[in-house]
Every structure is written in structure tokens, then in C-alpha cells.
């Protein structure tokens, strides 16, 4: 009778260090970790398999009981010791149809190979299942419960409960380009515009702040492959894994630093799960509620990209109330070598839901920006540790949305940040700065002094772009205040602005 042995590799992201290119990252064996492995004889009872672990640590097997076939399969990997803080559990079903073939199920894992290898030695067939522990986990399920039951505070803003994370399209009006023109707002007739991406949350293990990050990924741009970098040594041998196309994306930091503390966002579970922390720490940013103009307060991220005609996967990390101002709010995406790790391990996920397994990650050109006070983070993010290869080579893209509605040094801090962070690198860095008034950062962003009322221009140099864009110019073109009243408010122009001018820096890119 012929023995199937089942053999487990775990996996995991193996990142460079230091972070000097952005195809650098491959997989690695894995140490540290603990097998279960369980069988189901068809009556819905397990039964657990003992499990030898390999001499070398990397493994661990398990022979197979001779029936029944097809014969349901429960593994789990559990990561220990250091890996313990690192990688999250994997944990799920594959199904044995014998003679070395075997299948997946509604619960098979997507960081599971769904295909084993396998290889026949005289009556005994071994398959080798590996295992990727990831350092993200999708857990967009567990937010749409969190936000099933709407606090009666908040119908304002979600008036009937998520059934779905899907960014639905949105019918809005944008800006044209120019978007000004003689002081004066040119906005387009309204037109339907479908975001067409995937969108997840994933729990990042390990990280104190962002724990959770919103993830758009447009269907445009889908799972491309690029070419494989040589493996180094050894004669320039084949490269071991297969290498994904650069994927772009921005970075936007929650608006509400400062903000999201207690007795502000109140609803729900504590962080990073609460209701209030989902909603306007994550899901606002991608939505439109509306015509935007009109019902502003969401910046439908996604959607002002795809009406670009760009593909860009938009990344928002949901920031924490920290007590000892903003370097606890973003602890982790401080470190620029961190952030991009991250990106990879979301591209990976992203790839192994495609099929696409165990193919290495490459980042391509990145933004980041925000909007009102996350633009202190935005600062911080380019200031913490400046000069590192992924702020220097990587990122290429700032976008500064309306630091404050008046104050000078708010406004001049992330611009002037930029501004340094743009000497360094490839000399394509482009900066695109939008506020409601004219500050003495715009001249030196431009190069020369601003025209004055509302303008958007480039600078001496081109790839330097800088606005300003009043709230009497968006009441011409039909923007009502937070009551539903044509008065000029500082706030029409501080949500309308980011809102609506993506879309036109994302015409200007380089993406």
C-alpha cells in the first residue's frame, strides 16, 4: 500500500537590508514555527497526525492516513519565539484526491500553495505544501462587521450599513485642466466615474501605529510581470523566484492627527477596530458621498485616480491618538525601510490572491501626501529619516493638500520638507502644493512670488506646482457650506481642495 507523506515549508518575505533597490525582496525558509496537521475521514471529526520536524528546522512532516479519498486536510503553521511578533498564523484546508493530486477548498488559504509539488519514490508519493506567513493579514471581513450596526450618531455619513468594502462609483463633477483660469474654478459637467479596484484592509503584525491600512488596487493594472534580477554569486546563476512588474501606489495620512482621541471618536470598539477609527480614519478616504462639490467631507482617493487615468495603488494607514504628540501617532511608517516592506508584503498578498504564488515583489513609483493637519505627518515622514534609498529613489511623488487655512508655518513645514527631501535622487521628484490662500512657502516652492487670487501654476521649476484656491471660488461653482448654505467657510475650501485636486496632480505624474 503506498504512503503519502506530506511535507510542510513554511515561508517568509526575506527583505533587503538595506533597502537600496525595490526588487530586492525574495523568500526565505522559515524558522521558529510549530505544525499542526489534522485529517477529516468524512465525518466532520479531526483527527490530529503527528508531525516530525526536519533537522534543519525548515520543515516538518506527516504521513497520511490510506483513506478516504478525497481526504480533507487541516494545517497550520504557527509562528514562535521572535517569528511570534512577526508573521501572523496561517491556518486552513486543502483536500487530497490521491495519486498525488490535490485541490483546493472555499477554505484554503490563499499563502498556501494551492498546487504541491510532489515526486513518487518506489510506493510512496511525498508532496511538499508551502506555507507563506505573512506580516499582513486581510481582515476586511471583521471591519464590515465592526461597521454593521451604524451608531445613531453617525447616519450623516453612512446611512445604511456596508454590505460590501468595494468602493462603489461615484457621480461627481471634477476639476478641469487648467483648473483655473482668470482667478476662477473650471470645473467639468458631472460624469460616473467606477474606482474598478480591490479593496482590502489589512492588520499588520508587529506594528504599534498604523496596526491597520486601507488598500485600493485597480483591476487596470491587474498582476504583471516584470524580469528577475540574476541571484548574486555563483557565476550569475537563474534567479529562484519570479519577479512581479513595479507596482505604484500613494501613501495618504489620516487627516485627524491630534484628533482621534478619546472623548472624539468615540463609537465602537477600542482602536484600531472602533467604529468612528474605520469609518473616518480609513473608509472616508476612499468613498465620495455624492457630487462632491456639493457633499464634500470624503476624498474618494480611488476614484480622482482612475478619473486621472492613472493606475496607482492608494494606501491609507490609519494613524493613533499618541500622548506624546506626533512621532507616537505613525511609529512604524517613520522608518521609510518599514514602509516599504510593508508595500511588499501587500503586493505579495495581492499576487497570491491572483494565483500569481511566490513571486518575488517589486516597488514601483510612489507618492505620498495628505491633507490638513496629517500633513504633520507627512513632515515627519519625510524629516525622521531622511536620505534613506526608499525616500530617496522611491518615492518620487509629494502631494501637500491645505496644511491650514491660515497659519504660515503650518503651511510651510511639509512644503519646505519636500522641498529638501527633492535634492536627493532622480531629478523627476515632483511636489504638488494646494492651500486656500497665498504663504510665503509658495515663493519658494515657485521660485518666484505667486500671482495673486486664485491661481494654480508651475514653477522655474516644472515639476514644482503650487495653488491657491479660496472658498469664494468654490461657492461659484455651486459648494455649499457644512449647513447646506452658499457662505464662504474656511472649510469648504479645506475639504474641497483635497477632494477634488488629486485628480489634477495625478495628471500632472509620473505615474
Known amino acids: 500500500m503506498p504512503l503519502d507523506v506530506l511535507v510542510i515549508s513554511p515561508m517568509v518575505m526575506k527583505h533587503q537590508s538595506p533597502h537600496s533597490t525595490a526588487d530586492g525582496c525574495t523568500f526565505d525558509a522559515a524558522t521558529n514555527f510549530t505544525v499542526k496537521v489534522s485529517t477529516d475521514d468524512g465525518s466532520g471529526t479531526l483527527t490530529a497526525l503527528t508531525v516530525t520536524p526536519a533537522a534543519d528546522g525548515h520543515s516538518a512532516r506527516a504521513s497520511l492516513p490510506a483513506s478516504p479519498r478525497p481526504l480533507r486536510v487541516v494545517v497550520t503553521v504557527t509562528p514562535t519565539g521572535a517569528n511570534a511578533d512577526r508573521f501572523w498564523e496561517v491556518s486552513g484546508d486543502i483536500q487530497y484526491q490521491g495519486n498525488a493530486v490535490w485541490g483546493s477548498l472555499a477554505t484554503t488559504p490563499v499563502q498556501f500553495q494551492p498546487a504541491p509539488s510532489s515526486f513518487l519514490q518506489g510506493a510512496s508519493v ?47 463633477r471634477f476639476v478641469s485642466s487648467p483648473p483655473v483660469d482668470a482667478g476662477a474654478i473650471k470645473v467639468d459637467a458631472a460624469s460616473t466615474v467606477d474606482p474598478d479596484t480591490t479593496d482590502l484592509v489589512f492588520h499588520i503584525k508587529g506594528f504599534k501605529t498604523p496596526q491597520l491600512i486601507a488598500m485600493c488596487w485597480p483591476n487596470a493594472f491587474g498582476f504583471p510581470m516584470g524580469t528577475a534580477t540574476a541571484a548574486a554569486g555563483g557565476g550569475g546563476s537563474a534567479p529562484t523566484f519570479l519577479q512581479a512588474a513595479p507596482a505604484p501606489f500613494l501613501i495618504f495620512f489620516h487627516a485627524q492627527h491630534g484628533q482621534n482621541m478619546p472623548g472624539f471618536y468615540t463609537n465602537g470598539s477600542p482602536w484600531p477596530f472602533g467604529w468612528d477609527l474605520l469609518f473616518f480614519g480609513l473608509y472616508h478616504y476612499l468613498i465620495y458621498s455624492g457630487d462632491v462639490i456639493q457633499s464634500w467631507g470624503s476624498l474618494g482617493l480611488p476614484i480622482q485616480a482612475r478619473h486621472a487615468n492613472k493606475n496607482c495603488v492608494v494606501i ?28 511588499e508584503e501587500i503586493q505579495v498578498h495581492m499576487y497570491f490572491r491572483a494565483g500569481k504564488k511566490f513571486t518575488r515583489p517589486s516597488i514601483g513609483r510612489t507618492a505620498a501626501g495628505s491633507m490638513s493637519n496629517g500633513n504633520v505627518l507627512l513632515t515627519q515622514f519625510l524629516n525622521t529619516k531622511a536620505g534613506k534609498p526608499f525616500l530617496n529613489n522611491i518615492l518620487r511623488e509629494v502631494y501637500v493638500f491645505d496644511p491650514n487655512g491660515s497659519d504660515d508655518a503650518l503651511n510651510a513645514a511639509p512644503v519646505d520638507a519636500a522641498l529638501s527631501w527633492a535634492k536627493t535622487g532622480p531629478s523627476d521628484k515632483m511636489i ?32 514644482f506646482t503650487g495653488g491657491v484656491i479660496s472658498s469664494t471660488a468654490w461657492l461659484a461653482v455651486g459648494a455649499l457650506d457644512s449647513n447646506g448654505q452658499a457662505q464662504a467657510d474656511w472649510q469648504v475650501a479645506h475639504q474641497l481642495i483635497p477632494g477634488m485636486f488629486l485628480s489634477y496632480a495625478f495628471s500632472k505624474s509620473g505615474f
Not at 507616537?328 to 511608517?333: A, G, S, T
Not at 492651500?435 to 521649476?461: E, I, M, S, Y
Open 126 to 172: 511525498t508532496t511538499f505544501l508551502n506555507v507563506w506567513l505573512p506580516r499582513v493579514k486581510d481582515v476586511t471581513d471583521r471591519v464590515l462587521q465592526e461597521l454593521s450596526t451604524i451608531p445613531a450618531n453617525r447616519t450623516r455619513w453612512l446611512p445604511t450599513a456596508l454590505t460590501t468594502w468595494k468602493i462603489p462609483p461615484a457621480a461627481t
Open 316 to 343: 491609507v494607514p490609519q494613524n493613533k491618538f499618541g500622548s506624546h504628540g506626533p512621532a507616537d501617532e505613525i511609529v512604524e511608517f517613520n522608518d521609510p525601510d518599514l514602509v516599504q516592506e510593508i508595500l
Open 432 to 463: 504638488r502644493y494646494f492651500a486656500q490662500k497665498a504663504h510665503p512657502v509658495h515663493t519658494r516652492l515657485l521660485g518666484a512670488a505667486p500671482p495673486t487670487g486664485n491661481f494654480v501654476k508651475d514653477g522655474t521649476n516644472a515639476n
